[in-house]
T-cell receptor, first 113, second 111 residues
């Protein structure tokens, strides 16, 4: 069966520090991968998605970047965090196709102080 | 721009009640629809997927339906239990790798 791992679960970082969140998927190949941010009381905001190794689509111009160095690995990064980067970050993978189904990781609570 | 509305935003009911959660899209052009559950501080758990050729799906006490012509979906929860307390989100797949999420219905089932 397929599983998705996302870490760390919580992170407190000072303003101006770098960020690296990692997500890996097991049990499937060539998944579509996603990074979302969820703000309190608001819906999920799509940040990046990837349909293959090295292919990254950015939805929101932010202080963030994403990379997909391997088929089932998706990384969210920042060189210098801002206070506004605080939030709940979710990684997801999807099966693709018209009947695509999405599955989410457990999320990372990022607090920038 | 596609938007998704979930009604009600919050709901508190006594244990045992049957519930209906609603999800509507401004643009009915979605290919499939997925319902998720989110517990506080956790990720989203997939509950039901209604594929493009289907009109409803059932899993245990949950039943979800999709009316593409009106851009509406409902999630029916039978005989609610305190363990059903969570936020429920719907998401439509609109093509081009994009999912459109609602802001959720926060459900509390009282023992």
């Amino acid at each position: 069966s397929q599983t998705i791992h996302q870490w760390p679960a919580t992170l407190v970082q000072p303003v101006g520090s770098p960020l690296s969140l990692e997500c890996t998927v097991e049990g499937t190949s060539n998944p579509n991968l996603y990074w979302y941010r969820q703000a309190a009381g608001r819906g999920l905001q799509l940040l990046f998605y990837s349909v293959g190794i090295g292919q990254i689509s950015s939805e929101v111009p932010q202080n963030l970047s994403a990379s997909r160095p391997q088929d089932r690995q998706f990384i969210l990064s920042s060189k210098k965090l801002l206070l506004s980067d605080s939030g709940f970050y979710l990684c997801a993978w999807a099966t693709g196709g018209w009947n695509t189904e999405a599955f989410f990781g457990q999320g990372t609570r990022l607090t920038v102080v | 721009k596609q938007e998704v509305t979930q009604i009600p935003a919050a709901l508190s009911v006594p244990e045992g009640e049957n519930l209906v959660l609603n999800c509507s899209f401004t643009d009915s052009a979605i290919y499939n629809l997925q319902w998720f559950r989110q517990d506080p501080g956790k990720g989203l758990t997939s509950l039901l997927l209604i594929q493009s050729s289907q009109r409803e799906q059932t899993s245990g006490r949950l039943n979800a339906s999709l009316d593409k012509s009106s851009g509406r979906s409902t999630l029916y929860i039978a005989a609610s239990q305190p363990g059903d307390s969570a936020t429920y989100l719907c998401a439509g797949y609109s093509g081009a790798y994009k999912y459109i999420f609602g802001t959720g219905t926060r459900l509390k089932v009282l023992a």
